[in-house]
């Protein structure tokens, strides 16, 4: 029989494993396309290890703001970029052996600080969906319109913010251009654009012009 | 040990192909039926040569794409041009475990279905970006770039109507969607009759997430030949072709379950076998959502960009909104009874 | 749940909220021209919403949602002064921005939302509040910054910002995250009960250390402080001055909360930290600022070795610290409000005056500009009697009785290498010939006129009577 447990273990270390290296290969992958492609693997396999946390709401939502929307905008950005690789790895090449260094000292450091012992410790506590008998996502929803309304709120006015900066960033008014005003073309008049004249009939004065022999 | 790999690998495996085997045929039938009405619309016969009443010619179709030879185009990204048709795939046919076909007819009963849904569709505009990138040709990059930007737009619109559908049923689980139509009234207690205005959004959007006439301008072929897949052949096509119109009949399912009742009777429970629910029901409605994209391919002009834009931007997403809120208050004052 | 009760608490910062909405909307229906009706309006937003702080105080401490808003002393002045300092901008800004084309609702309606995560930030009672108060605030910021899209120099200030300021966050949440994993707790309240027995102290203090690199970088305290010169040279001066002023008071209340309020346990810890911080502020704000020739650039060095000064307050973690920390922080607040609103007057469409050589002979020319001037000089150096005098002495105080002596007298050498290129600047402008050909022409608008004097004049009469404000700062922290 396959142990539930050892079952779950090992799929969680299998996507913390593809995470990293996806995560690694974000930095190290010369094609800047390839490096977007590898973040939405990263966003992917993390979305995963929150389902193995039963945190489902929150791993689909991942991927469907960040691997749904944010990359492919970023995708978008990386495909319009003319990005001439050599001279971006250039520096990369250079400082390599000192990020290397770096990287492993505060690794060292980490681990001695937060002792690996201890974390082996600490365990998941209970699910408190479960204990609220409610569904990851209803559990969710409460939480976050009861005990978190007011961050909930403030992230809301954060996002207008972030509309308000854009649209002042990009807006231009450019003069000039001819642009079609969906209302307006809906607002015309049509005794505006055409006239009808009422007359009386008059009969031809000249006859008509003989028709040229075929 | 025997009984739980049949449990856990057998079954399953059984139940994936149940859906997968029979979507791929309807995936056949459908391309068929497109011609056949489209030409009829057009005052022609339509395919009429292979088969009775032309009815393997969408098999020969298959097998003469099969055969072709796939082109590499020069510079091409190899590995992300084999992968796009993939990624355009596997999407396309994910999200089919979670369409309720029936009572209990479900392949993954799963809590987040339309959340699910919403991340399984909005992974397919991958495929394409990927496929007009990789082919190192200007008309698939701009193909690309306007498929994209279309799909994340109209998804915003969608994703706001399928609130509004939430909101009322107060489930993610497609099956409670489907019991939360149910009542005594029959197709009046479906939720297109309160959510009406988003249930026309939900389906125009559709068209557009697939990139369908009169939305088509991801390959507008007067204008950049044939968008993303334009450098596509032989099976490599296909597969792209299969994501696209099995893409169709998803929508078409899911407009079915969640506006139209999924497998309920039209007709009230009171009147005997004809208002019992069925999954032919559920095959009934979507065949009549398929044939509306057929029907608007071959009724409508293209639509310009711009105009494409400033539909799902301008009009759709405002709409969606402040039905949410309409919505809301229906459930919160109890305007729409549900599940009764 | 929520209920009235919460929502009165709240009520400053929820007219704010709705008065910048409709702002935004007024703002899109208004022609350009009749733009200063946006302007008086803004005003009279945050004139009404200093007024409600002021008037509408219920018995304090009291807290509304559940923990998540805190409405105590410490927040109430660091608000009204915060709103203070907007409407100062707002008066300062609007010449410059109507000279530049800048003279756009976003402005207005930016800043009311910065002040508002202001405001947000210095009221938090939960580590998610913390951090979204501060993104409210730095996100109007960074757009603020890149108001000017034509200029390159806007431009790239605006960028280095932006990345700077996300990599804090960033570093910020990750402590953040490290603190709640060893606490279990997201509430300011219950982490100092759940910092002391909790089962990875280790885990604890690499939170924090993260989190103090967080406050240093909004702080702009040295090493985190790269992004201050460029940000104050590069954006449009009307933003620089906003930036100099409401954010640092928050910074200092997010320092506040995150260190007392949640992990004032580890004040051992984080009271090492914050004395190098210190000293490395006031050592490299106080020695690069000798060399700038750009007066804004001089003030962005002379802003981080204030919070050099600053942090000699907050090392003292003890009420007396802590009320002249904040009492430092207004004084900056103020100081640098009055020096940038001299630059602003002096400014004109075309000319920014922001080159020290730009105020030479300026004595000659407005000799009552110059005065206002020498006046925020000697106040940011410290000269008694003005009010930058009376702050710095209460911080080294704090210093010394926190036992760091030598921590005091580094500060005290530091004010003196500082007096002197604030001693430059009156130097040039009282003793130097003026540039030929330049002609000074103070900006005609009286209100900034007004404001001006009186925001000058202000440091002088806070530097002689300083009681009232010391003591409603030192009732804010009751032992």
């Known amino acids: 029989m396959i142990d539930p447990n050892l079952f779950q273990l090992v799929c969680f270390y299998a996507f913390a494993a593809v995470t990293v290296a996806a995560a690694l290969a974000v930095i190290t992958l010369k094609n800047s396309v390839h490096a977007v492609l590898a973040l939405v693997l990263t966003f992917f396999s993390a979305a995963c290890v929150w389902l193995l946390a039963e945190a489902e709401f929150l791993a689909i939502a991942l991927i469907v703001v960040y691997v749904g929307a944010v990359m492919v905008l970023f995708l978008f950005v990386v495909m319009m970029l003319d990005i001439n690789q050599e001279q971006v790895r250039e520096g990369f090449i250079r400082f390599l052996p000192v990020g290397i260094v770096v990287a492993l000292v505060m690794l060292a450091e980490m681990l001695a600080l937060i002792g690996v012992r201890a974390m082996r410790a600490v365990s998941m506590g209970p699910n408190p969906a479960e204990a609220a008998g409610l569904s990851n996502t209803a559990w969710l929803g409460r939480a976050l319109y009861t005990d978190y309304l007011l961050p909930f709120e403030v992230a809301a006015l954060i996002l207008t913010v972030g509309v308000v900066a854009a649209v002042a960033l990009t807006l231009r008014k450019r003069r000039g251009v001819r642009h079609q005003d969906a209302g307006e073309q809906v607002r015309v008049d049509p005794r505006s654009r055409i006239r009808i004249v009422k007359m009386d009939a008059v009969r031809a004065q000249a006859p008509a012009p003989k028709e040229p022999q075929a | ?340 | 749940m929520p209920n009235l009760t919460d929502l009165l608490i709240l009520l400053p910062e929820l007219y704010l909220t709705a008065a910048a909405c409709l702002l935004l909307l007024l703002d899109a229906f208004i022609r350009p021209e009749q733009r200063n009706v946006l302007h008086w309006l803004s005003l009279a937003v945050v004139l009404v919403a200093i007024y409600l702080v002021v008037a509408n105080q219920p018995p304090f401490p009291v807290t509304a949602y559940g923990g998540m808003f805190v409405r105590d002393g410490v927040a109430e002045i660091l608000k009204v002064f915060a709103l203070l300092c907007t409407a100062l901008v707002f008066v300062y800004a609007r010449p410059y921005l109507a000279d530049r084309k800048l003279y756009v609702g976003e402005f207005y309606t930016l800043a009311i939302f910065a002040t508002l995560g202001v405001m947000l930030l210095v009221s938090a009672g939960n580590l998610v509040m913390v951090y979204l108060g501060l993104e409210l605030l730095t996100l109007s910021s960074y757009a603020l910054v890149a108001l000017n899209r034509d200029s390159a120099q806007s431009s790239e200030a605006a960028i280095k910002y932006f990345v700077l300021g996300a990599l804090a966050s960033g570093m910020l949440l990750y402590g953040m995250s490290m603190v709640y994993g060893a606490t279990g707790t997201l509430a300011l309240a219950q982490l100092h009960g759940a910092a002391a027995h909790t089962a990875m102290p280790n885990l604890l203090v690499f939170g924090l250390i993260f989190v103090i690199v967080g406050i240093g970088f909004k702080l702009g305290a040295a090493p985190f402080h790269m992004w201050i010169p460029d940000v104050y040279q590069g954006s449009p001066t009307a933003v620089t001055v906003f930036i100099g002023s409401a954010p640092k008071l928050a910074a200092f209340g997010m320092a506040y909360r995150l260190l007392e309020t949640g992990l004032g346990d580890l004040a051992p810890h984080w009271q090492q930290m914050l004395a190098a911080l210190a000293v490395l502020s006031l050592a490299i704000g106080n020695l690069v600022a000798i060399v700038q020739s750009n007066l804004k650039r001089l003030l962005a060095y002379s802003t981080i070795s204030h919070m050099g000064y600053l942090l000699l307050g907050l090392v003292n973690a003890g009420p007396e610290g802590y009320a002249a920390a904040m009492f430092y922080a207004i004084s900056y607040a103020l100081m640098s409000t009055a020096a940038f609103g001299v630059i602003l007057a002096l400014a004109r469409a075309g000319f920014e005056c922001e080159e020290i050589d730009d105020f030479k002979g300026l004595n000659q020319r407005s000799p009552w500009l110059a005065f206002l001037m020498m006046l925020a000089m000697f106040s940011l150096a410290g000269v008694p009697p003005l009010f930058g005098f009376f702050a710095k002495l209460l911080v080294l105080q704090a210093a010394i009785h926190a036992g760091m002596l030598w921590l005091a007298i580094v500060g005290a050498v530091f004010a003196i290498v500082g007096l002197y290129y604030y001693l430059r600047v009156v130097k040039v402008m009282y003793f130097d010939k003026p540039v030929e050909g330049s002609e000074v022409r103070v900006q005609p608008d009286a209100g900034l006129r007004v404001l001006l004097s009186v925001n000058a004049l202000v440091l002088l009469a806070l530097g002689l009577y300083w009681g009232p404000l010391l003591g409603w700062c030192r009732a804010a922290f009751p032992g």
Not at chain 2, 129 to 153: C, D, P
Not at chain 2, 159 to 180: E, F, K, M, Y
Not at chain 2, 315 to 332: H, Q, R
């Open chain 2, 1 to 340: 040990m025997g009984e739980q790999i049949l449990n856990q690998v057998v079954w399953p495996v059984v139940y994936i192909l149940c859906i997968a085997v029979p979507l791929i045929l309807a995936v056949a039938m459908f391309v068929y039926w497109e011609r056949k009405v489209i030409g009829w619309m057009h005052v022609r016969m339509g395919p009429n040569k292979i088969g009775p009443l032309g009815l393997l010619q969408a098999f020969a179709d298959v097998v003469k794409l099969l055969i072709k030879e796939v082109i590499l185009p020069t510079n091409a990204n190899r590995f992300l041009y084999y992968l796009a048709p993939l990624l355009a795939l596997v999407p396309a046919f994910a999200a089919w475990s979670v369409i309720p076909f029936g009572e209990r007819m479900v392949l993954a009963n799963v809590n987040a279905g339309l959340l699910y849904l919403l991340a399984m569709t909005s992974m397919g505009v991958y495929g394409i970006i990927l496929a007009g990138w990789a082919s190192n040709s200007r008309y698939a990059l701009l193909g690309a770039m306007r498929s994209a930007a279309q799909v994340i737009s109209y998804e915003l619109a969608m994703g706001l109507c399928l609130v509004c559908v939430l909101v009322l049923a107060g489930s993610l689980n497609l099956t409670d969607i489907v019991h939360a139509q149910a009542g005594g009234k029959g197709l009046l207690d479906w939720f297109w009759l309160p959510l009406l205005p988003v249930f026309v959004i939900y389906f125009v959007s559709g068209v557009a997430e697939t990139n369908r006439a009169p939305f088509d301008v991801a390959e507008g072929e007067s204008e950049i030949v044939a968008g993303f897949h334009v450098e596509y052949s032989g099976s490599a096509f296909a597969i792209f072709f299969l994501a696209e119109y099995a893409n169709m009949i998803l929508v078409s399912f899911l407009a079915s379950v969640l506006f139209l009742g999924g497998w309920l009777s039209p007709f009230p429970p009171s009147w005997g076998w004809i208002g019992q629910g069925s999954f032919a029901w559920l095959f009934v409605k979507a065949f009549v959502f398929a044939f509306l994209f057929l029907w608007f391919r071959a009724s409508f002009p293209r639509y310009r960009y711009d105009q494409i834009m400033r539909l799902g931007w301008k009009v759709f997403i405002p709409i969606s909104i402040v039905w949410v809120l309409v919505a809301g208050c229906m459930k919160y004052f109890g305007w729409v009874v549900t599940g009764a």
